[in-house]
């Protein structure tokens, strides 16, 4: 038989709470600060100095550094090396130019207020130039976000290729399925994680439970222009959630380019250009069937899945101060699966099993997903700049299977004087069973925002205010026969020889039947400001701000302040301090409002996690190359949690407040130069998070303590165009337990996870190949060809359990291990 997730049962009634006085007062007083902010303080004028960046053979730099040094402004240059950096005006300033491969040059200068300066800055190659890839901040960082190099996609060796798999390499991050773009922070669950692209929140399925089902990320790594992640302590513009910040921007295209990719695993491709000098546009189309990858798994069958999606980003300029941008796409994720057999050897070397399944049916699983985004942007002054932003988000998932299997568990020798281990010695039983699931969401979110900032001097003010409204529509009906030696479980009295035998009704293991429907709004504002003082000893940045939010299906009103400082000394080594927190408040989504019976619970509260996060980033250098080490310590005190259970990838909530908890660790991360010209990292994370159910004190799910991971890349001396790049992940064992069992029992561990994927490439096209002018190849700027070994040491990592049971209830934990050594070849392009 095969159980996945405890089972409890509750029933409550929705209820709709009206806007009450009280809180109609106090949005007049949000609004009332939102409008005086938009005033602005009175401070200095800023000026503007523009330009280009080229090398010295006047080529662009694109992708280059430019920061203000003492200050936490700074930009970088976009792919014609053009760039456009906002500066203190009457006084003496210092901008930095930097790039991987290039020296960096410091250029003094002052500007008037209001005047705007063009700069053309040339830049010298070191002794070893490189086609490489950086992953450093554009600035000193003010606040817990780190904004990583988008070239490092590109290279990094992973099954998906996503924006995800370079944020599981931060610190504080954990991830144990390479199937899945999934992943948890600081001891929260992936429904804890905000992501947004150009200010747009984006939403992932609501129903996937594996990895092989979830397909495609919705962020297109073709698209991206730039990445920040932090993993908590993040400011008050950020949304309602309580671990981590993913912010995405899109490219702004300034001429024509385009790229493809070409793998056993799929293919994509992107254009992107101008027309005209006021309309951009940009499209991306991802295709992938990762069916090869799969076949790799114990259960042996006819995987067919089929993963598609177009995302189209279109800018148009109307005049200096106006600008329309139009944000499109549509997803389609099918999965399919014949099941024939499985076999799967667990155990230990003093004690092995064997467990055979043989399979009939199938399981057909779809998510279709659209968005649409309109945002509206007005600069009446430098200054101030003003933003109005429609969107609405369009899901319709269905989970649809009947599977029938019987199994054989078997004990194996183990002796290894005997001759034959490896071999079975018993039967420990034969059994049954049939799964069944007919499950349909159809879900809507409708959102309206405005944000604005206004920069004057050393102050930097943001507001914003948010209307969504949310309709899903949900019908589960799913339900498992167990049968173990032909006895139904759960398993009826006996009544042999009774003249009068009891008629007992057949009782399913496990049946959830519902349909369910919410409808909601939601209205949240925040306002913050962030001045920057600066002094010949240090320098001083301090961001203060109030998140406050109402949600009308459980009538409960949220302020939560947020409040950020780092300091600078100006020593010889260079150092930034941060201290950050504040409470960081998750009202209910669909996932958490539906109970283990399907039911949508109408009175459960926000989650609020009190916060506090403590760091320093610290710049040296090593073999004469730089490097930079980061450290952070948290703690997180967690109120009115919502208790749940994770099988694989599915999230099943209790739909009660009865918990409180904590999660506390320290975060390290060391990144620079290990090999000359290129950037390699490492992260190593300590963390301990547990919760409180009626009195006992038990682990979270997510309760992983140690965490390593590490990104290195190499090259061949002297031929910088062939190159190694290598991902490494250890994580400690996360808890967990029999199915229907309480929580205090689910303390058990599952084994560590351990994976290392290599990559290895060959640029055969690069900036310094030349053509002929009829070789159809000229139109190329670069091209890569590479092979990727995934699982390189072949470990056989554990995601979930199948829990067999005999007809003496004795529970057997069968291991679902992950995809084994796996290879792939891909080409990929640019022009």
Avoid: C
């Avoid at 589960?476 to 009774?498: I, M, T």
């Amino acid at each position: 038989m095969v159980n996945s997730s405890e089972k409890k049962t509750r029933n409550l009634n929705n209820t709709n709470i009206p806007l009450n006085p009280l809180l109609k007062n106090v949005i007049h007083i949000i609004t009332g600060l939102l409008l005086f902010a938009s005033t602005g303080l009175s401070a200095q004028q800023t000026a503007v100095i523009y330009g280009r960046i080229a090398d010295e053979d006047q080529k662009s730099v694109a992708n280059a550094n430019i920061s203000i040094i003492g200050s936490p402004g700074g930009t970088t240059s976009d792919k014609t090396g053009h760039f456009e950096i906002r500066v203190p005006a009457g006084k003496k300033i210092t901008l930095s130019f930097s790039y991987i491969g290039f020296e960096t040059e410091n250029v003094d200068d002052s500007l008037a207020p209001g005047e705007r300066k063009e700069m053309v800055q040339s830049l010298k190659r070191t002794a070893t130039s490189l086609p490489s890839i950086e992953v450093k901040d554009q600035q000193l960082r003010t606040n817990t976000f780190n904004r990583i190099d988008t070239k490092a996609i590109m290279l990094i060796p992973s099954a998906n290729a996503g924006i995800e798999d370079l944020i599981k390499t931060m610190p504080g991050v954990v991830s144990r399925n390479e199937l899945s773009s999934q992943y948890s922070v600081r001891g929260g669950n992936y429904d804890e994680n905000l992501v947004f692209v150009n200010d747009i929140e984006i939403y992932r399925p609501f129903l996937v439970r594996s990895g092989q089902q979830e397909g495609l990320s919705f962020l297109n790594p073709d698209l991206v222009s730039s990445i920040a992640f932090s993993a908590g302590g993040f400011d008050a513009k950020y949304g309602d959630k309580m671990s981590s910040v993913l912010d995405i921007k899109y490219k702004r295209p300034t001429e024509f380019a385009g790229s493809f990719e070409l793998s056993l695993l799929g293919a994509n491709a992107h254009l992107e250009g101008l027309i005209g000098k006021k309309f951009s546009y940009l499209a991306g189309v991802r295709y992938k069937s990762n069916s090869y990858f799969l076949k790799g798994l114990d259960t042996k069958g006819d995987y067919k899945p089929k993963y598609f999606d177009v995302q189209t980003l279109f800018n148009y300029e109307i005049n200096k101060k106006w600008e329309l941008s139009l944000l499109g796409t549509y997803s389609n994720n099918y999965y399919q699966l014949i099941p024939q057999t499985q076999e799967t050897n667990f155990g230990t070397l003093g004690e092995a099993y064997k467990l055979t399944i043989y399979f009939d049916g199938q399981e057909v699983d779809k998510y279709q997903n659209w968005l649409g985004a309109l945002t509206a942007s007005w600069k009446p002054t430098p200054e101030l700049r003003l933003k109005l932003t429609a969107s609405a988000y369009q899901t319709f998932e269905q989970e649809t299977y009947d599977i029938s299997a019987e199994y054989w568990l078997a004990k194996l020798e183990v002796n290894q004087n005997s001759g034959g281990v490896g071999q079975v010695t018993e039967a420990l039983g034969v059994g049954s069973y049939l799964d069944h699931a007919r499950n349909y969401l159809n879900g809507t979110v409708f959102d309206i925002e405005h944000r604005g900032t206004n920069e004057k001097g050393i102050s930097l003010t943001q507001w914003g205010v948010k209307y969504q409204h949310e309709f899903f529509h949900y019908v589960v009906n799913e339900w498992e026969l167990l049968d173990s030696a032909g006895y139904s479980l759960p398993r009826p009295p006996d009544s042999l020889g009774s003249p009068n035998p009891q008629h007992d009704s057949l009782v399913l293991a496990d049946f959830i039947k519902n349909k369910s429907q919410e409808t909601s709004n939601r209205f949240s504002a925040f306002l913050q400001n962030t001045w920057t003082f600066r002094n010949e000893k240090n320098d001083i940045s301090l961001t203060a701000g109030l998140r406050s939010m109402y949600w009308d299906y459980n009538g409960q009103f949220l302020l939560d302040p947020r409040v950020n400082l780092s300091f600078k000394p100006h020593w010889k080594r260079e150092v930034v301090f941060r201290i950050s927190g504040g409470y960081y408040s998750q009202p209910p989504t669909f996932r958490e409002i539906t109970d283990l019976r399907g039911n949508m619970v109408s009175d459960l509260k926000a989650q609020r996690a009190l916060q506090a996060v403590v760091g320093s980033d610290l710049y040296f250098k090593g073999w004469g190359r730089p490097f930079k080490f980061v450290a952070e310590a948290y703690y997180k005190y967690i109120t009115d949690l919502i208790p749940y259970t994770i099988d694989n990838l599915k999230i099943r909530y209790y739909g009660t407040n009865d918990a409180f908890g904590y999660a506390t660790g320290i975060d390290f991360r060391v990144n620079g130069e290990f090999v000359k010209g290129v950037e390699s990292w490492a992260s190593l994370s300590f963390m301990k998070t547990q919760e409180n159910i009626n009195g006992d004190w038990i682990p979270r799910p997510t309760d992983q303590r140690v965490n390593l991971s590490i990104f290195f890349q190499d090259y061949i001396p002297h031929y910088p165009t062939w190159r190694m790049n290598l991902t490494l992940f250890y994580g400690t064992g996360l808890p967990f337990g029999p199915p229907n069992s309480p929580k205090n029992q689910q303390t058990l561990r599952m084994p560590p996870y351990r994976r290392v994927d290599i990559g290895l490439a060959k640029q055969i096209i690069g900036e310094n190949t030349k053509f002929s002018k009829k070789n159809p190849f000229r139109v190329f700027h670069s091209m890569w060809i590479s092979l990727e070994v995934f699982n390189l040491l072949q470990i056989s990592n554990t995601v979930s359990y199948l829990w067999v049971t005999d007809v003496n209830s004795k529970q057997y934990a069968v291991p679902n291990y992950l995809t084994p050594r796996q290879f792939n070849i891909k080409l990929q392009a640019t022009f």
